[in-house]
């Protein structure tokens, strides 16, 4: 296995005249190729932004399998702490996503004491498990309310996606819960933004705010 030290990586990096994120994929996954070993840029990551996608999207990419792939992440939490887009692990996870595992991971992460790590544990359902209507109840059943604004915001992005595949299950959910509204006013905003709900079911989402307020 070749290895590459983040001095290397960041001149390859700041080598790419406009430097978009596409650049960065496009050159972790010939790292990937190449099987390229990015363990020394642990240290560094916190440093520069711009070792933080390389070193999980090619540490991720050469892990077989996501029960792997789900340990690299738990033994990098500090450094995913302060960082709000932890969603972009989602990229680098093998599809499909197991839903017993992925369900019973969520069910320790947002229990956590760590803001970015419960937010993981909302944010991970976004990897293609929110599009199966018979798993919506059980993901609605994890949500609780939190004081934090990355964890409310998942929350909220969640329902609200859920919403996309499943309205009728968010709306008897938004119906009888007793969330925050920081959490159900933001789900609401999103579910009535979306181009793919209907105009009926977001006058009756709208419609359930008054109530909502009083969580």
Known sequence: MKNMTHVEILRDLESIENLRTKDVDLYNKRLIRDKTDV???????????????????????????????????????????????????LQFLKKPVDFDFAFDKAKEYIFSKDTFTRRWGYV????????????????????????????????????ADLGVFNIEEVKHFLESTTLNYKITGKAVQKLCDSFRISKEDKEFVKSLRTKLKKN
Do not use: C
């Open 39 to 89: 363990s020394e840029l642990r240290d560094f990551v916190l440093e520069n932004q711009l070792l933080h996608r390389t070193y999980f999207q090619v540490s991720m990419g050469l892990l077989p399998d996501n029960e792997l792939k789900f340990k690299f992440i738990e033994d990098n939490f500090e450094l995913l702490q302060d960082w709000w887009h932890v969603d972009q692990l």
């Open 124 to 159: 991970l359902f976004l990897a293609g498990l929110q599009k199966d209507i018979s798993h919506t109840k059980d993901i609605l059943s994890l949500l609780k309310d939190d004081e934090e604004y990355y964890v409310q915001m998942a929350e909220a992005w969640l329902i």
